[in-house]
Structures are given as structure tokens and as C-alpha cells.
Nanobody, 122 residues
Framework: QVQVMESGGGSVQAGGSLRLSCAVSGYAYAFCSAAMSWYRQAPGKEREFVSAIGTDGSTTYQDSVKGRFTVSQDGAKKPVNLQMDSLKPEDTAMYYC??????????????WGQGTQVTVSS
């Protein structure tokens, strides 16, 4: 079973920074290629895409976080990080990490972590 766990959430003042981390384990994850991504969900709103990093190191970001957030991975199968700088109150949400296997058979997985809370005060 693929297991995903986020960490690093907390409460900060506007303009502050937080660094989230997503660790993934499991035989399928170790064997298969996987795309990693971050989503967030604020109360009363739908879950929205934040950022993603591909196996080739390519990154994508939601427009509202471009220039402020940076997604990175220090090596294959290593934890994925989300460095969040210049945080705004509107960034307040539960942040979720997603690991999606690419391929077929055992590589067909789409696993979510339980989330880590980020709260930004004005």
C-alpha cells in the first residue's frame, strides 16, 4: 500500500514562511514512476491545485502562488517539499499531498495524505 504523509503546517503571520514536506512509502511507489502534487482546501471551498513536480524535475504552479511558493525534491523517491514564502491570509487552508502512479498494474495508484493545516493571520 502506498502511504502519503504531509508535515510542516502551522500558524504564521502574513509575510511569514512555512516549509511543507510530503513523504511517500510503499512498494508500488518505490517501483513506479509517480507525479507529486500539492492541493489545498479552505473551509467552504473546493479543493484546488497548488503545485506539482514531475519526475523530470519540471514544476507547475497555480497563478496565485507563483513567485511565492517553490516545490522541490532532493532526489528520486525523496520527500517533496513546498517552500511557502510571503504567505497571505488567503493561503490559509488544509494542504494535501498527492502521489499518482504512472503506468499500469501495480503502478495504478492515486494516493492522498491526510493533510496539514496552514493558517496565516493578517
Amino acid at each position: 500500500q502506498v502511504q502519503v504523509m504531509e508535515s510542516g503546517g502551522g500558524s504564521v503571520q502574513a509575510g511569514g514562511s512555512l516549509r511543507l514536506s510530503c513523504a511517500v512509502s510503499g512498494y508500488a511507489y518505490a517501483f513506479c514512476s509517480a507525479a507529486m502534487s500539492w492541493y489545498r482546501q479552505a473551509p467552504g471551498k473546493e479543493r484546488e491545485f497548488v503545485s506539482a513536480i514531475g519526475t523530470d524535475g519540471s514544476t507547475t504552479y497555480q497563478d496565485s502562488v507563483k513567485g511565492r511558493f517553490t516545490v522541490s525534491q532532493d532526489g528520486a523517491k525523496k520527500p517533496v517539499n513546498l517552500q511557502m514564502d510571503s504567505l497571505k491570509p488567503e493561503d490559509t487552508a488544509m494542504y494535501y499531498c498527492n502521489s499518482r502512479g504512472v503506468g499500469a498494474g501495480w503502478c495504478l495508484f492515486d494516493q492522498w495524505g491526510q493533510g496539514t493545516q496552514v493558517t496565516v493571520s493578517s
